[in-house]
């Protein structure tokens, strides 16, 4: 089972968070996770143009949570899944907060354009995570951890911008030959197949990651503080009662 985070393929992710685990940085206390950027593809046809407000949903698909999940699950949890991946662990609890505040007209749906949570795992330590579709405003999509003996900083697709850093300044790169990670995700499970490779399966952290997403989401639309097993049992439905 694959299910297309490609940081979990991507070298000098694995080779840093590997010395994240083996303690470098010490004892983590909090990460910073961001996905904040200018947002995506315009609404792709009016409604005028089509026959059905099913139809105008399906081609604007980002727009409606059903289709899309809102943006922290369609393109945050990549970064939510670093945070996740650098604990070992998953969020007990979170609370946050988020909007719609430039993308308000009707046709850009249901999805806020902002999200602010603070995630907490089981040993107290915290995960703050953005993000934002607004355009003009500080742009990030990186991750970060602070531990107790030096920092981590991770940018996807830059491995330049990857490093360690120690309380005096010194900064540690990967040293492992950097390779598109988009394509290593799948060389790794066409390997896999081919060989017959037993436990070759993302999809408990691939399924816990989307949870965190899920929960963050939770938070950002209702207000409130909510547990993960609040989460997981929850009867909340976004799905169309007609299609």
């Not at 999200?115 to 991750?143: F, L, N, P």
Request: glycine share 10%; with cysteine; aromatic share 10%.
């Amino acid at each position: 089972v694959g299910v297309g985070l490609q940081r979990r393929h991507e070298a000098a992710y694995k080779e840093l968070i590997q010395m994240v685990h083996d303690g470098v940085i010490g004892d983590m206390q909090y990460s910073r996770v961001y996905w904040n950027a200018g947002g995506v593809w315009e609404p792709k046809k009016n409604r005028n143009q089509v026959k059905t407000e099913m139809e105008y949903q399906i081609w604007n698909w980002y727009y409606y949570n059903w289709l899309c999940g809102d943006h922290i699950c369609e393109q945050h949890i990549h970064n939510l899944d670093i945070g996740n991946w650098l604990k070992n662990a998953v969020p007990v609890s979170a609370h946050g907060m988020g909007g719609r505040q430039v993308r308000t007209d009707k046709r850009y749906g249901e999805i806020y354009d902002h999200h602010a949570v603070e995630y907490t795992y089981a040993d107290g330590s915290k995960m703050i995570s953005q993000c934002r579709h607004i355009q003009g405003c500080w742009s990030a999509v990186e991750e970060h951890a602070h531990g107790t003996n030096g920092t981590i900083h991770l940018q996807g697709g830059a491995p330049k911008q990857c490093y360690i850093e120690m309380p005096n300044g010194t900064k540690i790169f990967a040293k492992t030959k950097h390779d598109n990670p988009y394509q290593v995700e799948h060389d790794d499970i066409f390997k896999a197949i081919r060989t017959g490779a037993d436990g070759y399966s993302e999809a408990e952290y691939g399924a816990m990651s989307t949870m965190t997403s899920i929960l963050g989401r939770l938070c950002t639309y209702s207000g409130k503080v909510i547990t993960m097993e609040e989460a997981l049992n929850s009867q909340v439905s976004i799905m169309p009662k007609d299609y």
